[in-house]
């Protein structure tokens, strides 16, 4: 979706891309004549929050890694006798709260590039075998004011923090003599959720966000293909698909009803609960933020506490409880979402 809301309209790559796909045309040209998220006319719009956001965003593509710190971590590589726990030590020292590792699977990479003019259409060709997978969290407080300007602001803020992590990592393992890439906001040649389920980073939940341990859907994912040889993580079984199909809160309150309440479908050959992309994106436009509600809600991302640590124990090892937690989550936290008001009200 992104990818085709990057298109300008008469461009070669617009042109290109519609009459390969004309079926979606009027649909994205209706959205992309809304206001730009952080832009004014959104709903949401703050002048000094949103534009903090925007300025994240902006300045991703020139971070450069401190030499110093990659300097150190090269010297603790190449002395290292175990690659894999210094490598993910490393990432966890530089901001993410969990990392794994991953064989790449063909299906997981893109084909070709499609999210800059500048390279439109090149083909993509990944040949590292191992991803380096890893989470960064998002505030809590913040994305319990979704779908306001505060939400985007958090999102801008950790895609940076992932920036920063994936960027350091690459020029670690280039130092050391390895091949690396790094994908982060806007510049993924991989799809991340399922990789991250791959490497033992949690489950896909109703919304197709990944839902973690300890953190729910308050995580952006981030990563790092290479060459060097690290020891594989397996996938975790959280109860997550399991209590998904009993909750339903995303679904229920996605202000666009871009999320499925049924039972899952076949989408390019996988089961999954289908998620209406247009709609979704349509609705960020319209309030100028990447709204977060669908995270927010999730009875998952609640605070990292010993309550909700325990609660979460509970749905890992007793489906049969799965109904009896939402009906408990519904009532300590209300069945629909309600932003998070200077009152601390948060749901009804």
Known sequence: MF????RTVGSPAYDDYYARRPELQKADD?????????????????????????TYFEDIPRLEPDAAVVDRWTRELSA?????????????????????????????VYTHKGRHDADYGREVRLRHPTAVVFLVEMDF???????????IRESARQYYRGAVVSKTVVAVLK???????????????????PLAVRAGLGELGRHNILVADRFGSRVRIGAVTT??????DAPVDLGV??????????????????????????VHGVAKW???????YGYWRTVGTDCGICMAVCPFSHRDNAFHGLVRGMVRRAPWAHRMAVWFDDLVYGRRWNPASPAGVKRV
């Open 3 to 6: 990818a085709r809301m990057a």
């Open 30 to 54: 209706r959205i992309r004549a809304m206001p730009g998220l952080c832009r004014p006319g959104g709903r949401h719009y703050h002048p000094e929050i949103s534009a903090a956001a925007e």
């Open 80 to 108: 290292s006798s175990d690659p894999t726990s210094t490598v993910k030590e490393m990432v966890r020292t530089l901001g993410a709260v969990a990392v794994g590792c991953a064989p790449i699977d063909p299906a997981f």
């Open 141 to 151: 407080e913040a994305m319990q004011r979704a779908p306001g300007a505060e939400t």
């Open 175 to 193: 130092a050391s003599g390895v091949e690396a890439r790094s994908h982060h906001d806007a510049h993924y040649d991989i799809i991340l959720p």
């Open 227 to 232: 060459t060097l040889e690290l020891e594989h």
């Open 241 to 266: 698909d399991h209590f998904c199909a009993s909750c339903r809160k995303c679904a229920e309150s996605c202000p666009s009803n871009a999320l499925s309440t049924g039972e899952k479908e076949i």
């Open 274 to 280: 289908p998620t209406n992309v247009e709609r979704c």
